[in-house]
């Protein structure tokens, strides 16, 4: 986001956040997913960066959702509590490394946009571990990707693979070496990746419905 600096030829570049000095700013973004078949409540997700990172702020909110979501009760204590009195060590090592939220209701299909502004002295990228302990559910990690109506692009291009050459095998079966064979085995080579993010769609609307 922002790097400070001492240059020769651009000069000393300073950032300030709150009036404080912060060497190197970054953001972190985090979406979290319910991709299960289940409605979750009281959802606690625990956020941890790694050594040598600071948090200033965090922010989480439900996609769609007009409120941000509240910290996690533990932590909002905590937080209480530096503005009545000194906090200790290892108290202070919580606070500047982790940000926690919960999620009252998180329904399937739902997603959480996190964001945390947070500072580092040198110039390593900051990363993230995500934690929650919630019954049933276990975290998994997928790192960006191109996405085709919500789905993975890879995942749509390996499913539409599989259905063109499921088409190809019925049109030979059937002797479809015809005009209106090459047609259709055209079509769906070319639109497989679509037809393979809608079959994906398709199961995971089944699986919600039926599941």
């Not at 979750?40 to 625990?46: E, I, T, Y």
């Not at 919630?134 to 996405?147: D, F, I, N, S």
């Amino acid at each position: 986001m922002a790097f400070a600096t001492e240059d020769f030829g651009w000069g000393k570049v300073e950032i300030l956040y709150n009036k404080q000095p912060a060497q190197n700013l970054h953001i972190i973004t985090v979406q979290v997913i319910n991709d299960s078949q289940n409605d979750l409540s009281a959802v606690q997700l625990n956020m941890q960066v790694s050594d040598g990172t600071i948090v200033l702020r965090g922010m989480a909110q439900i996609r769609g959702s007009l409120d941000a979501l509240p910290l996690a009760s533990g932590y909002a204590a905590l937080l209480a509590e530096g503005g009545k009195r000194k906090l200790t060590d290892p108290e202070l090592a919580i606070l500047s490394k982790r940000s926690d939220f919960l999620a009252p209701v998180l329904n399937r299909g739902c997603v959480i946009d996190a964001r945390l502004l947070v500072a580092r002295q040198d110039h390593l990228t900051p990363s993230i571990v995500l934690q929650c302990n919630h019954l049933g559910v276990r975290l998994r990690h997928e790192p960006p990707a191109v996405q085709i109506w919500g789905v993975n692009q890879q995942r749509a291009s390996l499913v539409g693979f599989l259905i063109g050459f499921l088409v190809v095998v019925f049109v030979v079966s059937k002797g479809g070496a015809t005009w209106g064979g090459g047609l259709v085995t055209w079509l769906v080579g070319s639109l497989g990746i679509a037809l393979g993010a809608a079959a994906a769609l398709l199961w995971r609307l089944l699986m919600r419905l039926f599941g």
